[in-house]
């Protein structure tokens, strides 16, 4: 999907120390330090415009929410929804999802989402799919031992995949559903493309997982 340009969404982000945060470095190994509380931190990779992020803030005020984005011209969304809800439990990111490891230090994180990520669906690109086993390793090095991810998609290549490569990485499958919106799950908030693409008829596909590292 094409992203409109927005040259002023640099400034707008500096507006916000509050929301965005922009050394997130000095903050690693002391996360809880930054929300004044010793609450779970959970992150989601890939926040896109917010939607799922702050609504899950909204709904589970005693959790640390952080949402990490790239795209400058899309995340300027997420902190608008941020601004809006007026939570002290949501953070904002906008850096790179390949330096997790610069701004979280092991046992920081309890639970990791991803949400619709880029299926990259050509072979030659399956490294840059954020189900890949880099990226696995990249998750368990900031996770709690026994940390979760929890994984939404509407493309059913990347689920099946997703499935194999959380298998053989060692991961626990703990749920899955290939229809979420005809299930029994309960608390479930949606994302911008899974409204999108529900509203059209398309299955949406969940997976959680667990890392098999407990002491």
Do not use: C
Not at 139 to 162: A, P, Q, V
Not at 197 to 208: A, D, H, L
Request: aromatic fraction near 12%.
């Amino acid at each position: 999907m094409r992203v409109r340009n927005k040259p002023w969404a640099k400034e707008k982000l500096a507006e916000y120390p509050q929301f965005v945060i922009h050394k997130p470095e000095s903050h690693k190994r002391k996360w809880h330090e930054l929300f004044g509380n010793n609450n779970p931190l959970h992150i989601e990779v890939g926040t896109g415009k917010g939607r799922f992020i702050t609504g899950m803030a909204k709904a589970n005020p005693d959790i640390n929410y952080i949402g990490i984005e790239l795209a400058e011209s899309v995340v300027v969304s997420a902190l608008d929804l941020a601004i809006a809800a007026d939570i002290p439990n949501i953070k904002i990111l906008n850096r790179n999802a390949n330096d997790l490891h610069e701004f979280f230090d092991k046992g920081d994180v309890d639970r990791l989402y991803l949400n619709f990520s880029d299926p990259w669906p050509k072979k030659r690109h399956e490294k840059r799919r954020l189900t890949y086993k880099t990226y696995l390793k990249s998750y368990e090095d900031i996770l709690k031992n026994g940390g979760e991810i929890h994984f939404k998609t509407d493309n059913r290549g990347l689920f099946e995949y997703s499935l194999t490569s959380f298998s053989e990485y060692g991961l626990l499958l703990t749920y899955v559903s290939l229809d979420l919106h005809k299930s029994d799950f309960e608390g479930n908030i949606m994302t911008e493309y899974e409204e999108k693409f529900s509203s059209k008829g398309f299955p949406i596909y969940r997976s959680e997982v667990k890392y098999q590292n407990e002491e």
